[in-house]
């Protein structure tokens, strides 16, 4: 890739700012950069060259940190003069969720080229849908940062199962645990890990919030900042394949963090680390690779590579709906009495 790529990003708290780490944050594998800002400048086809909050105390703090590395950046407080002034290729959406779908709708119409969007994509899923049609309708490209799709270990986990080495996927097991292990902050990424393994779309579902929550709805959280404002859940997923997934979420438990998957041959454990596959052959396992691009720069290769060549990421929006829709539907089955809810869920009548 010979092109120059001008990035905009949205949202200095959090993952938005931030330089790269000396070292894994977990102690294994490669690198990974904390922050969006930091994930750019492990892509020499990229440069950010605008930056924008709300509040002008993140936007010193990144000035602080990166005036040496990024002497020329633009600081803004209203992303739409951003947007305007600075005609960006790619723009990052990191604010709170909740905030996620006028800067992409807005971003989309400009004629910016590809977005880069965090999790979970939306809070409702009327948001959501204005967030599709918008890039759909002008062609861009965009990729909502649900990690576990391209983190390393899961990629030969996926291969596996995608072979045929396990006979036919019948059941999946997610268990995070810890106290941010809520909804709308890892909840998501469980819930679309799932939808990615089933490869299938969730027909309906059922759940019971966490203790201290049962009057939870609608969405009361602020974006992730703080856990106590989310739950964490216990549900279960019927998809259109028949696969069932069994999601098992709890802040006041072990923080361990897998996945099971059954099939009629074999089953594979994968966490974020190591895989086991078990088979009538035997059991292997897979320890994450080194020496391979990690996560959020990998994320920004792909979305780069699908705006020059077409097609579409392998995170897309239409991909993360579902995690949220199950999300919303397990919301919604705690309000009617842990009941069964059916998909297209009616956020209006539940």
Known sequence: MSAKYRVCVVGLTGIGAGEPPEESRDGYGPIVPHSHA???????ETEVVGVCDLRQEPLDEFQEDWSEALPDLKYYLDYKEMISELQP???SVVTSDNRHADIVVDAANAG?????????????LADADRMIEAVEQNGVPMTINHSRRWRPIFRPAMAVLRSGALGELKRIICSYG????????????????????ANSDPTWVFAELEEG????WPYQGDGGRNPDLE????????FENGVRAFYNN?????????WELFGTEGCITVNDKHAEIETKDGTKKIDCPDNVFPDTPAAIRELIHVMENGGETCSPPRQARKALE?????????????????????????
């Open 231 to 238: 739950p964490g859940a216990s549900g279960f997923i019927h």
């Open 89 to 91: 290729d790619i723009i």
């Open 250 to 258: 709890c802040k006041r438990m072990y923080g361990r963090r897998d």
């Open 213 to 216: 929550y049962e009057d939870y």
């Open 112 to 124: 910016v080229k590809g977005i880069f969007c965090e999790k979970p994509i939306a809070t409702c």
């Open 326 to 350: 199950v999300l919303l539907g397990f919301m919604a089955s705690q309000k009617n009495g842990n009941v069964r809810i059916d998909f297209p869920l009616d956020e209006n009548t539940v």
């Open 178 to 197: 810890g106290p941010r292990s809520h909804l709308f902050r890892n909840g998501t990424h469980m819930a679309d890990t799932m939808c990615m393994f």
């Open 38 to 44: 930091a994930a750019y400048s492990m892509v020499p």
